[in-house]
T-cell receptor, first 111, second 113 residues
Framework: QKEVEQDPGPLSVPEGAIVSLNCTYS??????FMWYRQYSRKGPELLMY????GNKEDGRFTAQVDKSSKYISLFIRDSQPSDSATYLC???????????FGAGTRLFVKA | DTEVTQTPKHLVMGMTNKKSLKCEQH?????MYWYKQKAKKPPELMFV???????INESVPSRFSPECPNSSLLNLHLHALQPEDSALYLC????????????FGPGTRLTVT
């Protein structure tokens, strides 16, 4: 079993839809949960991070962490064609430098 | 300035060549990373430098040789690569104690012929 599982998609939605992206994980030592956006042939860009459980909102983006279920989500409201990208979840414990990435979900938002 | 720059953007090299990838950041970050990313796969950690010292080497073959000449620069020296080493090579940096907040460069797309 992989430490982090993420459905690769692709996920195709119409413009304006609410998008839900999810990851599950198995390592209970993970404390930091991140979401990165990666456009084609570019480096990943950190969207937001959450420490431990709870919700965090930044503009149209909301991240949720449920540690009891080992499940994290990223919601995108009022999705735009410019949101079309691959979204990578990532996780780590409190020490060291190693971050574990999910496989990434490819999202297409149709105008 | 939250920018990490990488040069070159593209590199094509033969299996007998020696080349280097360069990464630079001016955010005062003291941790710098090299990742390898194949198409439709997540980034895989190769090396981490913390305060200019090699902190992590993820059992990377010796044909990849990292170097951190100062706190702003990170190099990856390449020699005798194989075609399967063709990938996007990403550099990232972070504050030493905020390793969850990594800033990535645009990457170097490497093709080994």
């Amino acid at each position: 079993q992989k430490e982090v599982e993420q459905d690769p998609g692709p996920l195709s939605v119409p413009e304006g839809a609410i998008v839900s992206l999810n990851c599950t994980y198995s390592n209970s030592a993970f404390q930091y949960f991140m979401w990165y956006r990666q456009y084609s042939r570019k480096g990943p860009e950190l969207l937001m991070y959450t420490y431990s459980s709870g919700n965090k909102e930044d503009g149209r983006f909301t991240a949720q962490v449920d540690k009891s279920s080992k499940y994290i989500s990223l919601f995108i409201r009022d999705s735009q064609p410019s949101d079309s990208a691959t979204y990578l979840c990532a996780m780590r414990g409190t020490g060291g430098f190693k971050t574990i990435f999910g496989a990434g979900t490819r999202l297409f938002v149709k105008a | 300035d939250t920018e990490v720059t990488q040069t070159p953007k593209h590199l094509v090299m033969g299996m007998t060549n020696k080349k280097s990838l360069k990464c630079e950041q001016h955010m005062g970050h003291r941790a710098m990373y090299w990742y390898k990313q194949k198409a439709k796969k997540p980034p895989e950690l190769m090396f981490v430098y913390s305060y200019e010292k090699l902190s992590i080497n993820e059992s990377v073959p010796s044909r990849f040789s990292p170097e951190c000449p100062n706190s702003s620069l990170l190099n990856l020296h390449l020699h005798a690569l194989q075609p399967e080493d063709s990938a996007l090579y990403l550099c990232a940096s972070s504050q030493g104690y905020r390793a969850y907040e990594q800033y990535f460069g645009p990457g170097t797309r490497l093709t080994v012929t």
